[in-house]
């Protein structure tokens, strides 16, 4: 379930946070899998001292609650960037029945997902879009302005004369 936001502001400054979240998560399990891997590759015989078979269940058990942890992480973060791109692109995400790319031109919102939703810096995100940094604050500061003062339900159904 996605919390609400006091802000168009505060909602793509969490979302920044959930893609960072969920990147670092993604490299934990990564970490966690090439461990895995080279501990099934190696031996098991001699090499340190075993508490025997109840420290390799909790070890295992230890490990298979971290993993579930993460993904209910990545998986959290996941929605909340879906719902930021529904406010962007419409409740489709093709940005053809909804959101702000529907509403105000096409740059605000791709300013918007490429920063917060694509977690780049501001200079890759004009030079991605062919525009200046000045640009992209501008774009931004009016895509922010124009989902405050029209509610994210609104702008997400394409109804830009609405309040929500």
Do not use: K
Not at 52 to 69: F, I, K, N, Q
Not at 127 to 156: K, P, T, W
């Amino acid at each position: 379930m996605v919390p609400i936001f006091t802000s168009a502001a505060d909602l793509f400054e969490a979302t920044r946070d959930a893609v960072r979240e969920r990147d670092r998560s993604l490299r934990m399990l990564r970490s966690l899998e090439q461990r895995d891997l080279g501990a099934h590759g190696g031996s098991i015989a001699g090499g340190g001292v075993s508490g025997g078979a109840r420290d390799v269940r909790a070890l295992t058990d230890a490990r298979l609650d971290h993993e579930s942890r993460l993904h209910r992480s990545i998986s959290e973060c996941d929605e909340l960037v879906d719902y930021a791109c529904a406010v962007l692109y419409g409740a489709d995400q093709t940005g053809e029945s909804g959101g702000l790319y529907v509403l105000i031109d096409h740059a605000a919102a791709d300013v918007l997902c490429l920063h917060y939703c694509q977690d780049m810096t501001w200079d890759a995100t004009a030079m991605a879009l062919g525009l200046n940094r000045r640009d992209c604050f501008r774009a931004r500061l009016r895509a922010l302005e124009y989902i405050d003062s029209h509610g994210v339900a609104a702008v997400i159904a394409g109804d830009g004369g609405a309040a929500a």
